[in-house]
């Protein structure tokens, strides 16, 4: 008998996570906070308190990377920022580019996630 699970798991194919971080990425951006990759995992680890939605380090960087290498972002090195109790912190702001990408993929996104919403409640509907 397989072991009962304490959670909800979504499905991978429910939506793409990825995409997900890029676009949560991009809006902290879009709003024209200097941000380093720590600052940006802290704040979608807050962001998704207490839902089954686990994030890693490398995830933030790697997409950051991504990001960097599409043009969509770029960085630069601040050395001993106070922040970061005096140690060099890689900053990132988004370019034209990613922010017309942003303003792009944020409309399909929000209508994907709306209709993954409907699509649940009128699962949850049925088995009540």
Same mark, same amino acid.
Do not use: Q
């Given at each position: 008998?397989?072991k009962?699970? +304490?959670?909800?798991a979504?499905?991978?194919?429910?939506? +793409?996570m @990825?995409?997900?971080?890029?676009?949560?990425?991009l @809006?902290e951006?879009?709003?024209?906070?200097k941000?380093?990759g720590?600052?940006?995992?802290?704040?979608?680890?807050?962001?998704?308190?207490?839902y089954?939605?686990?994030?890693s380090?490398?995830?933030?960087?790697? &997409?950051?990377? @991504?990001?960097?290498e599409e043009? /969509?972002v770029i960085?630069?090195?601040?050395e001993?920022?106070?922040? &970061?109790? +005096?140690?060099?912190?890689?900053y990132?702001?988004?370019?034209?580019d990613?922010?017309n990408y942003?303003?792009?993929?944020? @409309?399909? &996104?929000?209508?994907?996630l709306?209709k993954t919403?409907e #699509?649940?409640?009128? /699962? #949850?509907?049925?088995?009540?």
């Amino acid at each position: 008998m397989p072991k009962e699970r +304490n959670h909800f798991a979504l499905p991978r194919n429910a939506f +793409n996570m @990825k995409k997900l971080y890029t676009l949560y990425i991009l @809006k902290e951006l879009s709003m024209g906070k200097k941000i380093y990759g720590k600052m940006i995992y802290d704040n979608v680890k807050e962001f998704f308190r207490g839902y089954p939605v686990s994030i890693s380090y490398s995830t933030i960087y790697n &997409t950051l990377h @991504k990001m960097e290498e599409e043009n /969509f972002v770029i960085s630069h090195w601040d050395e001993g920022a106070s922040s &970061t109790k +005096n140690r060099s912190t890689r900053y990132y702001r988004i370019t034209d580019d990613g922010l017309n990408y942003y303003k792009t993929i944020e @409309k399909d &996104t929000i209508d994907s996630l709306l209709k993954t919403k409907e #699509i649940v409640s009128k /699962f #949850i509907e049925f088995l009540d």
